[in-house]
């Protein structure tokens, strides 16, 4: 069983700026991604970011060139910073892990219970 735990949401001015925080734990397998997900009421949950265990990276084209991910492999441990933030990414953050055997098959997916994040005035 994994657990995952995610911080660092809250209520921000458009604008303003977030740092997130997600740490997995329990039996992780050596290959896994990671990611950010959020869903607004009435709205299906979208892919913010991504990143693997190899270190590589991939963003929603709503978050190219203003959020970042990065993250510690070892650690099973990955941040979202948030920048310049918008009214339409207030949503709930979720973060994911995805655990893949060594061809890249999916073996199991976990959620965190979210954070919520709110942009406004």
């Known amino acids: 069983q994994v657990q995952l735990v995610e911080s660092g949401g809250g209520l921000v001015q458009p604008g303003g700026s977030l740092r997130l925080a997600c740490k997995a734990s329990g039996s992780i397998g050596r290959s896994y991604s990671m990611a950010w997900y959020r869903q607004a009421p009435g709205q299906e949950r979208e892919l913010v970011a991504q990143?693997?265990?190899?270190?590589?990276?991939y963003y929603a084209a709503n978050a190219q060139g203003r959020f970042i991910i990065s993250g510690d492999t070892a650690g099973h441990t990955v941040w979202l910073q948030m920048n310049s933030l918008k009214p339409e990414d207030s949503a709930v953050y979720y973060c994911?892990?995805?655990?893949?055997?060594?061809?890249?098959?999916?073996?199991?997916?976990?959620w965190g219970q979210g954070t919520q994040v709110t942009v406004s005035s």
């Open positions: 990143r693997t265990s190899g270190g590589n990276a």
């Open positions: 994911n892990l995805d655990d893949v055997d060594l061809t890249g098959s999916h073996l199991n997916t976990y």
